[in-house]
């Protein structure tokens, strides 16, 4: 007579605890992985901002994390929009992952021209008029400076990002990356009027786990930003008047 032992040593997948072990195994690897969550605040120093100074505005900064060995991270690229109100970019500040397309919808009564002329990626949507959109796809990591080539007061900027988890601060200066799954990544920080110098030092590497992570309040110091007057796309100066119309005489059909 053979005995159960001898049984499941021949034959292991009629073995119920083989069986259950290779279920839960199988069930586990179904389970999505531990995600953490990274929660902070920034506050910008030394700065000549007005908005700063009257309101306590410390929106804009963009918060991000890579893998710290430099592994690639799975990407989802999605559509955003940077609104053209008011004779502003709303938002002003952007981040996306690579992918991704922004649209800029005009919401003014008045002709826009956004654009960009920096290394980040370079585009040109053209004139278009008040209700019109145009759309970018943006291919490439990088920070894309964006203006209008109509009016010289109109800039923005766009992160884009090889990585999913990252924020821009909100008015308070508060942060949230959430979903981000356990490893060692190094957390980086842009904000338009820092220096190279001053960013790459609040760089720090993070574990992440189960557990939230809250980070200590980042300091951005604006000290040695100077603000530099931009060409227009063609790389003369603004006219010394803008003059707005809701038809621009040579867009309009005879």
């Keep these: 007579m053979t005995s159960p ?10 073995c119920p605890g083989i069986v259950r072990g290779a279920l839960l195994l199988a069930l586990l690897r179904a389970l999505p992985a531990p995600a953490g969550t990274v929660t902070g605040s920034v506050r910008l120093i030394d700065s000549h901002d007005t908005g700063v100074h ?14 710290r060995d430099g592994t ?26 690579v992918g991704s ?12 021209n956004a654009f960009s002329n920096f290394a980040g990626q370079i585009f040109d949507v053209g004139l278009y008029p008040p209700g ?5 796809p943006f291919r490439r ?6 203006f209008c080539n109509i009016h010289p007061t109109m800039s923005a900027v766009i992160v884009v990002l090889n990585t999913m988890y990252m924020a821009v601060s ?16 190094r957390l980086h920080v842009f904000h338009e009027r820092a220096t190279e110098q001053t960013l790459h030092a609040l760089e720090r590497i993070l574990t992440v786990g189960d557990d939230p992570i809250s980070l200590p309040r980042l300091e951005i110091s604006e000290s040695g930003h100077i603000q530099l007057p931009h060409k227009n796309k063609y790389g003369k100066d603004y006219p010394a008047v803008i003059e707005d119309r809701p038809m621009y005489p040579a867009s309009r059909k005879p």
């Design 101 to 112: 397309a922004v649209s800029f919808p005009n919401f003014d009564p008045i002709f826009h």
């Design 72 to 97: 690639a991270l799975p990407l989802q690229p999605k559509v955003a929009q940077m609104a053209q109100k008011k004779k502003l970019f709303v938002p002003s500040v952007l981040a996306v992952p």
């Design 170 to 185: 909100n008015a308070d200066g508060s942060f949230r990356i959430d979903g981000v799954k356990e490893g060692e990544y």
């Design 54 to 67: 009257r309101n306590n505005d410390y929106s804009g900064a963009v918060i991000w994390l890579e893998r």
């Design 5 to 14: 032992s001898r049984t499941c040593s021949k034959s292991k997948a009629t």
């Design 132 to 136: 019109a959109d145009r759309k970018v």
């Design 141 to 146: 990591a990088g920070i894309v400076r964006v």
